[in-house]
């Protein structure tokens, strides 16, 4: 079968699965519709009906349409019309459902969810009180699709055991819940109830259980169940099941309205729906409502993209939902609408190993974001793509899953160092006063580990840096952070070869909390054995009084010998260095601060140290070690 909503939250252990088609044991979830009245006729139940539930049609034998099919025309403003356009799953300016235009439907959803118990007795009975007030077909369709996606829950009990309940609309209806078979003929029973023109078709759905690396082939047994209605001559695909709900983790079905399986685009269908019927190959081609039709070949190879990556208009690079790899693999995702605000990537290998280290996974343009992946090891990968365009949501979705297949790797595949997301610069930070420049670059090369950057703003934020390797060790030493009117100055000293991870961390809204806004990648390549030295300790009011160090820029002192202490600041009115009992008031010069006196023994410290006001005593601006 193949039923449920296409979403998956990161780091939620009841990741959203679509309903498709392997059953095994669950314990029976009951319907939420099944109360007061309606609880009363489920257990009135009769005797004959329940002696009958297993002589009912089972979902793989589902409803036929009877008589002569109608001619279903596809329309050329629905597909694309070369194969190359088959391929893309995404286009501009459509809405939830991945349609070209905008409908109201408030007034008929609010209508179809107040159904009272006393007209659930028959399906006529529904129909005639969902089409109060609704004079055309298209609002008579969407109220039976809300009411049923409403009441409806998916039958988990008849989908993984073997205790297999009727499909029939009369039956789902008094029951209260249905596999996809019976979602369809219910949804099918009160459209013609409506005198609308309807169909069930049953085909090949990309659901629950689904395989990217199991090819779909005629030889497979069909697995869902949907429908297709026809409104003012045009035929557009309804899919209560997967409207209603999904499946979690624990193969529990989970209430969860979506509005993208109402009226359908075809071309976006196609990605997870491929109809056959009465095994009839040809016959079943027209029910795709493309005017050049899939073959199962190319809908099985296909990627499974998520309902969001299509409502969201998100292109990808690679279409295959398996592609074979080789040293590296780049993946590249185009925003056609710039609504994406964030996304993550997740690698696992079929052994269960993360392998999010060997990304790289970052924003290139404006609206392209790509990720280089150098695979550890051969085998199978997975690829999971996630993201949000709600900045107050916090989780993000599942835009699509890939399969990568490695045959060869590089012997000195070196780890990225730790990182959740994209590398770059986040939206944030625009916010709080950095200009757009600071975008240019996110991968940055060091010659012998000394890297200087400058972070322009038109106001700077109190920020703080975080220096990381492959190792996670914290190298915050080894980076200096300063303040200046035009923006921040970042100086770095590497300690040795490889990939490091700097992060710029700021204080927005007035807020005592640092948040990251900005990740970059510095890639060190050290032609000498010289080792590298530790800068000396700032603090916060380094920044505040826009200190800038001249000498020393080493972090560690001699004991027992003269330090010459010199650096500027616009803002500071007095100071002095004091280490252990030696102490030394700081002399200015213009903006040039500076002063000398003799390091404490090994193991002490010398400290700089500063006020705005005037006092005899200063805050903290540099700390160096006595060795």
Not at 550 to 561: E, F, K, N, R, S
Request: aromatic share 10%; charged share 30%; glycine share 6%.
């Amino acid at each position: 079968m193949g039923c449920g909503s296409s979403t998956t939250i990161v780091n939620n252990p009841d990741i959203k699965k679509d309903l498709a088609a392997e059953p095994s044991d669950i314990k029976k979830v009951s319907s939420d519709r099944l109360s007061g009245n309606a609880a009363a006729r489920e257990k009135n139940i009769g005797k004959d009906e329940r002696r009958n539930k297993n002589s009912h049609e089972r979902e793989n034998n589902l409803h036929k349409t009877k008589g002569k099919e109608e001619k279903v025309e596809a329309r050329k403003d629905d597909i694309g019309k070369t194969k190359d356009e088959k391929k893309k799953h995404t286009s501009e300016n459509q809405n939830s459902n991945g349609n070209n235009f905008v409908f109201d439907f408030t007034r008929i959803d609010a209508h179809a969810l107040k159904a009272p118990d006393e007209v659930c007795d028959s399906t006529r009975d529904l129909a005639e009180y969902l089409m109060k007030g609704s004079t055309d077909q298209l609002n008579r369709a969407r109220s039976f699709y809300r009411w049923i996606t409403e009441n409806i829950r998916y039958d988990t009990e008849s989908f993984f055991g073997t205790n297999k309940q009727p499909v029939d609309a009369e039956s789902v209806l008094r029951l209260g819940t249905a596999v996809c078979a019976g979602y369809a003929n219910l949804f099918e029973e009160l459209c013609k109830h409506g005198g609308i023109k309807v169909k069930v078709i049953s085909g090949y759905a990309k659901g629950y259980g689904y395989d990217p690396d199991s090819p779909i082939s005629f030889k497979n047994q069909t697995n869902h169940a949907w429908n297709a209605i026809n409104i003012d001559n045009k035929w557009r695909f309804v899919e209560c099941t997967w409207g209603a709900g999904y499946l979690d983790n624990q193969r529990i079905f989970q209430k969860s309205f979506d509005e993208f399986y109402f009226l359908t685009d075809p071309k976006y269908f196609i990605n997870d729906h491929f109809p056959f019927m009465d095994d009839d190959k040809e016959s079943s081609k027209k029910w795709q409502l493309l005017e050049q039709p899939f073959t199962i070949e190319e809908y099985s190879a296909i990627a499974k993209l998520s309902n969001h990556a299509m409502k969201w208009g998100l292109k990808f690079s690679h279409n295959e939902g398996v592609i074979e790899v080789g040293k590296t693999f780049e993946l590249e995702i185009e925003d056609t609408r710039g609504i994406l605000i964030d996304s993550k990537m997740h690698l696992t290998h079929s052994d269960g190993q993360e392998c999010d280290e060997y990304m790289f996974f970052r924003r290139v343009e404006r609206r392209i974001y790509k990720v280089t992946i150098k695979l550890p090891t051969s085998g199978k990968f997975k690829l999971q793509v996630f993201g949000k365009v709600d900045s107050l949501k916090e989780k993000l979705d599942n835009l699509v899953t890939y399969l990568l297949k490695c045959k060869s790797v590089d012997s000195n595949v070196q780890r990225y160092p730790k990182h959740s997301g994209l590398w770059g610069v986040d939206s944030k930070a625009y916010n709080i006063g950095f200009k757009p420049s600071i975008a240019s670059k996110v991968l940055f090369k060091a010659l012998n580990g000394k890297l200087s950057l400058e972070l322009p703003a038109d106001s700077v934020p109190s920020s703080i840096l975080q220096l990381t390797g492959t190792s996670s060790e914290d190298l915050k030493r080894f980076s200096l952070l300063e303040t200046r009117n035009s923006g921040l100055q970042i100086h770095l000293r590497l300690p040795g070869q490889g990939f490091y991870k700097l992060e710029v961390m700021c204080q927005i809204d007035n807020s005592s909390l640092y948040y990251s806004v900005m990740s970059f990648l510095i890639e060190n390549f050290p032609n000498t054995d010289e080792e590298a030295t530790s800068f000396p300790e700032t603090f916060r009011h380094t920044q505040e009084y826009q200190c800038e160090l001249i000498q020393p820029t080493t972090g560690v002192l001699l004991a027992d010998t003269p330090a010459q202490v010199r650096f500027k600041s616009p803002k500071m009115v007095r100071g002095f260095v004091k280490s252990g009992t030696n102490h030394a008031d700081l002399r200015k010069d213009g903006e040039v601060w500076e002063a000398e006196v003799t390091a404490a023994s090994t193991g002490g410290v010398l400290s700089v140290n500063g006020n705005i006001t005037g006092e005899n005593k200063g805050y903290t601006l540099y700390r160096f070690n006595i060795v």
